[in-house]
């Protein structure tokens, strides 16, 4: 997807046409391995990682563009969002110092990325979905200006024809609609590529495939978004909800989103996977193509394989194959779409580490794998490690069923720990980084229980805004440090803030968990329940759940007080008593607007609606916390 000169509106002839080219590419590969060309005398590995970029007070900032003029380094590129960008770093011979070399070309340029964002008041932080994101954050505004990026939102909403809807559930339960492709800018990842020869590569994805789980357990970085608690590492349903393509009931046609960990295991060759990629997924955009692959080889030449390489930028395996060339001479890699971004560096490193040591080690001591476990095992426990992280239990060798923690403890890491030294990865590196995954694993902290142990300590004095910022900026504060995450203390609120950053519109304090009741229901079911809540305010709704009203404890005491007499005044309907024709805001009105609205209807409360539907209430009392605040600070 790095081309900008993309068509995204194809003709039926300029479709043809770049289908051809995609079929002719295929052919060049099956050539170029029938023939040897490929590289396999080396093998290397590399990496990319993606990063959000945010303000002092730990929200997205949309600056990448400025960010990348300045900087002036190839190595960096633009993301989906304005709030994101990547780094591509240089690849690397697999042997000796490649693990501390790699952790130290991370550091200096993530160092020289953060040093001039923060010349422009912005910071880096590396996380699988950024805290404090917002709907409003999803926009087409907050899109990167670039070609390629609209001409993906415009071929996927072209072949999906609806609106995405996202819903996810873990602790807290999200569902939510939404018009682009903009929810994938949600994910940051590090992703690392492993290259092989064309004869291993069964071996070695197959491998890949049956480790993606252990590998994502102890990973695990994304645990919330939008403000709910979901799975451990959140990345993986988002981001296949977030450009799913698919709009056919799932339970009467079988198919495949193009975020997919695939469906069987490979049997010989890398075409297997482009071959089923091309059948499965229709050609989304297309690009001049000015060669012809066969044609290239025939004269000697290495192709670029441009079409095929377009398309299968818009399918998005987790284990992903690529081509590339290198000094004039074609490869194949595995990229590992797995890992989060963060929750540091030396993590980052350390993760890569025991994917590298897997897939070497358990090639030598098993062989072909799938003698060993079903692929639907793998796919099974891949989701399993999303949903719960080191919690899980996956389904092994033999169908046995094993605790992560045990299996990594006591079978992955030693055959990691041979699949290093074996090739010839310095012992040292192979304690350190190894010892990193040995340690998280004990003690059960992963950046995802990090960042869910610091809410449950923080969400109690502190508003949900507050509470995701202040997650926010601990993580960046300690990536700073060269500590792993198993050693970082939890985050806590600083003792002096600017706490303005946390009111400045009504969503970073409404109150979410409302209790509703309809017009018809008694006024004695709003009394208790304002009783047994603690609560002034009730919201009324229709049975279309629309707002009509609102009943507050001051209407209440009134009726009680001028009917005492009545016996049966509490069993009449609350559209009786209840205030209709309220003042409302949106979740992105300013709070000086809200308090606006308060003073000049007279207000006690004011419902929040988004797209006419009741989603939160901001009442006096809300006012007063901010008030509180003022009176602290003079």
């Known amino acids: ?169 873990g602790t807290d339960e999200l569902y939510i609609k939404h018009d682009s492709v903009m929810f994938e800018a949600a994910n940051t990842s590090f992703q690392v590529h492993f290259q092989t020869c064309p004869e291993n590569f069964a071996l070695y994805y197959n491998i890949a495939q049956a480790v993606a789980a252990p590998s994502l357990s102890i990973a695990a970085n994304s645990p919330v978004f939008l403000g709910k608690r979901l799975w451990r590492e959140s990345r993986i349903p988002l981001f296949q909800q977030s450009v799913d393509t698919r709009r056919h009931p799932l339970h009467l046609r079988k198919s495949l989103a193009r975020v997919s960990f695939g469906t069987r295991w490979v049997q010989q060759s890398v075409t297997e996977i482009f071959k089923e990629d091309i059948t499965r997924f229709r050609v989304m955009m297309g690009a001049r193509i000015d060669e012809n692959s066969l044609d290239v080889l025939q004269e000697g030449g290495i192709p670029k394989l441009k079409a095929l390489q377009l398309h299968n930028g818009t399918v998005y395996r987790w284990n992903r194959p690529c081509y590339g060339i290198t000094d004039g001479k074609p490869h194949l890699r595995i990229e590992n779409r797995i890992f989060p971004s ?73 055959l990691a720990e041979q699949g290093l030294r074996q090739s010839d990865i310095d012992a040292r590196d192979i304690q350190r980084y190894l010892g990193i995954v040995r340690e998280r694993v004990k003690t059960g902290q992963t950046g995802a229980e990090w960042m869910l142990n610091s809410w449950a300590k923080i969400r109690c004095s502190r508003t949900l805004h507050e509470c995701l910022a202040t997650i926010t900026l601990a993580a960046r504060d300690r990536q700073r440090g060269k500590k792993p995450v198993h050693e970082w203390p939890l985050a806590k609120p600083a003792k002096k803030s600017d706490w303005r950053t946390h009111f400045r519109r009504v969503e970073q304090f409404m109150s979410t968990d409302i209790f509703t009741v309809g017009e018809d229901d008694s006024i004695e079911l709003v009394l208790n329940m304002m009783e ?103």
């Open 342 to 414: 963060g929750p540091s560096i030396v993590d980052e490193v350390a993760n890569a580490a025991f994917w590298f040591g897997l897939i070497s080690g358990m090639a030598r001591e098993y062989g072909d794998i799938t003698r060993k476990m079903n692929f639907d095992d793998a796919k099974t426990n891949f989701i399993a490690a999303a949903r719960r992280g080191l919690r899980a239990q996956f389904t092994w060798f033999g169908g046995k069923t094993i605790p992560a923690p045990d299996l990594i403890i006591n079978e992955l890491l030693p």
């Open 1 to 169: 997807m790095g081309q900008q000169e993309i068509n995204k509106e194809l003709s039926a002839q300029q479709l043809r046409l770049f289908e051809k080219h995609l079929l002719s590419d295929i052919r060049a590969i099956e050539q170029m391995e029938s023939k040897g060309l490929f590289e396999c005398d080396v093998r290397r590995i590399g990496a990319e990682q993606e990063m959000f970029l945010i303000d002092s007070a730990g929200r997205p900032a949309p600056v990448a563009m400025e960010l990348l003029e300045r900087l002036d380094d190839d190595h960096f590129t633009t993301e989906l969002a304005r709030y994101n960008i990547e780094l591509n770093l240089p690849p690397l011979s697999f042997e000796k110092k490649c693990l501390t070399t790699l952790e130290s070309n991370l550091r200096s340029y993530i160092e020289l990325a953060r040093k001039t964002a923060q010349e422009q008041g912005s910071d880096i932080v590396l996380i699988g979905i950024l805290p404090t994101l917002n709907k409003n954050d999803f926009t087409l505004d907050s899109m990167t200006p670039r070609p390629r990026y609209y001409a993906l939102n415009d071929a996927i909403m072209k072949i999906r024809g609806a609106e995405y809807e996202i819903y996810l559930r």
């Open 532 to 634: 047994w809540r603690t609560i002034r305010h009730v919201p009324v709704e229709n049975h279309s759940n629309e707002l009509v009203g609102v009943v507050d404890y001051l209407s209440l005491l009134r009726l009680i007080k001028n009917h005492r007499q009545e016996k049966d005044i509490l069993l009449q309907p609350v559209k009786m008593i209840m205030r209709r024709n309220v003042p409302t805001v949106t979740p992105d009105t300013s709070t000086q607007e809200a308090l606006g609205l308060i003073l000049k209807h007279s207000a006690s409360c004011l419902p929040v609606l988004h797209d006419g539907i009741l989603v939160g209430i901001i009442t006096e009392h809300d006012f007063m916390r901010i008030a509180g605040h003022l009176v602290d600070e003079e």
